[in-house]
């Protein structure tokens, strides 16, 4: 744990001036240390971030990365979309430099409980849950880290929150060292950005580390049916503390039950988090997906640890109508029902939204060429896609993979992979994006290709 009094006069680089990078000049000028900010990006591409630090007493070093700055600092803090193995990195830590990320250096300062929520798919729908059960049962929560919401903002906030829930992505765990959150939230794991990790296993790594600092005062709340999750949990560092399993499988009922967790059986989630089993109802949860119960009951064990109120609960569980670009409802057009799950950016995340449907699935997938393997989407293609109409740089990988499993189309262009996608739909059809890929090849995020996608679909007559 630090004291913001501990920055006074420390020389202290941000690396990366998005978001997260100006938040953390802000809280850095603020107790006092000397800034100094850099980033490949020219003074021209970064007008709008340096128009928010105003007159703050910052020193620039824009459009490439300057050795000799960075050995004059006593800290050096990377944003998240920071590769942390850059060789620039490598030359500061060789003459003795320290350098953290903005997540855990912010942690550091952080004295009320977190609960953190980590996992390759499901983590945002899981913490919005969290926060909107607490919020209902008047508990006074902050949200934020990989939501969209750096986790140093929290530390700028005039009055502290009783609870702090974060998102903690993969690239946010690299540096961890010290966060020691009160609930670890595991949701799954599966393959995911192997443009910036070497392997499967490098990536494994690096969630791995949310469980560093585990004690006997955590609480780890695991996927009981994600056989990667269940294979972490036998790690001595996740055994310091209690574990709490949720599950959809009615045989580990008894199991869970008696040491804590939550089962779904049929339209009933049965919950313990002490002496008494709770009950819950899911017949009118708005959100669709099997995937879907697994986020619920992740977030009631985390939810009902910090004081969510059971009437709250069941609430939230009926009216969350979950959140956009995840297996979103768009409309319906002449029977043909059109699903909008842009922030599927991994295969694991198509197969969920796969799940949701029947059969008679028209799907585009493809965008950035992340290096995943796609051969596991084979069987659920099979059995209920028609149409597979891929776009994007990775298009001709995916079709080699897969292309033999479905009629496929190869297409040029977003606006035209959604009109063929329109054109071949017939009345009870679904038409579903899920790329599976990042949006970076042609969008600059996956809410800009979700929002696009939307404004087609709302042309169609």
């Known amino acids: 744990m630090m004291s913001e009094t501990d920055l006074k006069d420390k020389r202290v680089m941000v690396v990366g001036l998005g978001r997260c990078g100006v938040s953390l000049c802000k809280f850095l000028s603020k107790h006092g240390a000397k800034v100094t900010v850099s980033d490949h990006k020219s003074k021209a591409e970064l007008s ?20 000799r700055l960075f050995l004059e600092q006593d800290l050096i803090v990377l944003s998240p979309g920071v590769a942390p193995n850059l060789k620039i990195f490598e030359y500061a830590r060789s003459h003795g430099v320290k350098v953290t990320g903005e997540f855990e250096f912010a942690s550091r300062f952080i004295r009320e409980p977190v609960i953190a929520i980590t996992g390759t798919n499901g983590k945002s729908t899981t913490t919005k849950l969290i926060e909107v059960m607490l919020k209902e049962s008047g508990v006074n929560v902050w949200m934020g880290g990989n939501y969209g919401i750096p986790l140093v903002e929290y530390l700028l906030q005039p009055e502290k929150s009783a609870v702090v829930v974060a998102e903690v992505s993969s690239f946010q765990l690299e540096h961890v060292e010290t966060f020691t959150p009160q609930n670890i939230v595991f949701m799954n794991l599966a393959e995911n950005h192997l443009d910036r990790y070497r392997s499967m296993e490098e990536y494994v790594n690096a969630k791995r580390r949310i469980f560093n600092c585990t004690n006997q005062a955590t609480t780890s709340i695991l996927n009981a049916d994600d056989n990667a999750v269940v294979e972490l949990a036998r790690d001595p560092s996740v055994q310091r503390g209690r574990i709490f399993y949720f599950s959809r499988k009615k045989t580990l009922e008894p199991q869970i039950m008696n040491i804590g967790g939550a089962v779904c059986i049929e339209k009933e989630l049965r919950v313990r988090t002490g002496p008494e089993i709770e009950y819950f109802s899911v017949k009118n949860m708005k959100m669709r997906g099997r995937h879907s119960i697994e986020n619920v009951m992740a977030a009631t064990l985390a939810a009902r640890e910090h004081g969510a109120k059971h009437d709250a609960v069941q609430k939230v569980i009926d009216s969350f109508p979950g959140l956009e670009h995840r297996l979103e409802y768009v409309r319906k057009v002449g029977g043909v029902e059109f699903f909008n799950d842009s922030k599927a950016t991994n295969v694991h995340a198509v197969i969920r939204a796969l799940d949701a449907f029947e059969e008679n699935v028209i799907l585009i997938c493809g965008g950035k060429d992340t290096n995943l393997n796609f051969e596991p989407l084979r069987s659920h293609i099979e059995r209920k896609v028609k149409n597979l109409i891929l776009i994007g740089e990775a298009k001709e990988r995916i079709n080699r993979q897969i292309g033999d499993s479905s009629e496929t189309f ?52």
């Open 410 to 461: 190869l297409i040029g262009t977003f606006e035209e992979a959604a009109l063929i996608a329109y054109q071949k739909s017939r009345n009870g059809d679904i038409v579903l994006l899920s790329p599976g890929c990042s949006s970076f090849d042609m969008f600059d995020s996956y809410e800009e290709r979700g929002d696009y996608f939307k404004s087609i679909v709302n042309k169609f007559r």
């Open 48 to 67: 709008n971030s340096l128009e928010q630090l105003g007159d703050l007493l910052i020193q620039y070093d824009l459009g490439n990365h300057t050795p």
